[in-house]
């Protein structure tokens, strides 16, 4: 018996070791890899932060976080070349509870058509997140851009799973001191005004290896800005666009029903 049981460990064959598969699932990525997302990424309009982004552009399905010091520091120039993108391609892009109401005659001037931008204005907490989640239940809309000053982490990880079932952009905008707080959102990244009217942009979260160090982006002036304040004030205004109030009468019985069924 010890003589077979000798033999038999003699000619076993070696195990080979598993390998690892060529490519991974999408919210499985290595350490020092990027990862990678099943929709078409948009591009940014910077070459050196497609380089650092995922699939090289803007994720859609996603939720992206860009956190900042106070509103009003230049986001909306910084997503400009994706949003003009967007709405020249007939893509509608959200803008929901902007602190501050753009400047339509230089949104325009970057490139941005404005019969494809919708307002939606709201002041309450629960509304925004209502109105987040339908917009993102929508297949019809190319972008999202929310400004989120409070926001818990379980109303996130709601948003993230409904912007997953989409296939638009979804930016939200958060203070920058939540940086060290946990966030469901796959991707965050920390902005900054830098000299000479730029952006610092700094890559704090992502679907791969830990970035080293900030980004300065050239952020595009639009013409209108420079020209004296009394040929601004003959630009366009949002009446050139959709604006809806989530408090109206007409939507804030829905929004106060919903917002009742949020927990407490």
Not at 33 to 48: I, N, W
Not at 113 to 133: C, G, M, N, S, V
Not at 228 to 256: E, I, N, Q
Request: charged residues 20%; positive net charge.
């Amino acid at each position: 018996m010890a003589a077979a049981l000798h033999l038999s460990r003699s000619f076993a064959l070696p195990v080979a070791a598993p390998e690892h598969p060529s490519t991974l699932p999408d919210a499985v990525w290595r350490a020092d890899q990027m990862g990678s997302y099943r929709s078409t990424p948009v591009p940014s309009g910077y070459q050196a932060l497609d380089r650092e982004l995922p699939n090289g552009g803007w994720p859609p399905s996603v939720l992206i976080e860009l956190l900042m010091a106070q509103p009003g520091i230049g986001e909306l120039r910084l997503l400009a070349p994706a949003l003009a993108r967007l709405t020249q391609a007939d893509k509608t892009v959200i803008l929901l509870g902007p602190p501050h109401i753009p400047y339509p005659a230089a949104l325009e001037d970057l490139g941005i058509r404005l019969k494809k931008l919708i307002l939606i204005e709201t002041d309450k907490p629960a509304d925004r997140i209502w109105a987040i989640e339908q917009t993102l239940k929508s297949a019809s809309f190319g972008a999202l851009l929310c400004w989120l000053p409070q926001a818990r982490t379980d109303h996130l990880r709601r948003l993230q799973l409904a912007a997953a079932g989409g296939e638009g952009l979804s930016f939200v905008f958060r203070p920058l001191n939540t940086q060290d707080t946990s966030s469901p959102a796959p991707l965050r990244i920390a902005c900054q005004p830098a000299a000479a009217g730029r952006m610092s942009v700094e890559l704090i979260k992502r679907r791969g290896p830990i970035h080293a160090a900030p980004l300065i982006l050239p952020l595009a002036i639009p013409e209108i800005l420079r020209q004296p304040l009394t040929h601004r004030m003959s630009g366009k205004t949002f009446s050139d666009t959709s604006t809806y109030a989530v408090d109206r009468p007409t939507l804030a019985a829905t929004a106060a029903r919903r917002r009742a069924t949020l927990p407490a």
